[in-house]
């Protein structure tokens, strides 16, 4: 797993949708909303039993219906081909 | 459902373990740290099934096995014993 250049990075962020790369170029965030709680925590249960899975985790906040995610990899202190994935899979589930 | 005022929010912090009152005054916050991201998904699960009953929800951040948690009542504009309520059973969880 090697960090993404900013080229990289711009080219992968095509595979997603709606990601934008965090001023300080260290990880990729989104906001989801959804209609209530309980769909924001059951998309948050879905990231996170494949986030364990992957042993790559998210930064996240929620409140009510809105989850915020940062997705970064520290090993490599920046952006990799796991935050992408990652990013992919949380699309796909919401 | 009213607002405390500061002396009872005082009071009521006596009744939980290591929460502190928002410099704002309008919300009481903890942060739990757990053995790792399993752990503290599983401690935000349990958090959120009794959020949803309670209809009373949370303002959390989660990085691995770190929770960062807020509760205030947005009806009341701060903190009512709902809060309280909540932060308890989260003491009692973790």
Redesign the interface.
Known sequence: MSKLSPAEIDVALKEVSGWTLADDGLSIQKTFKFKD??QA?GF??RI?LK??KMDH????????NKVEIALTTHDVGGVSQKDIKLAAFADDVA
């Open positions: 709680f309980n925590f948050m249960t996170a986030a364990d985790h998210p930064e996240w906040f929620n409140v009510y």
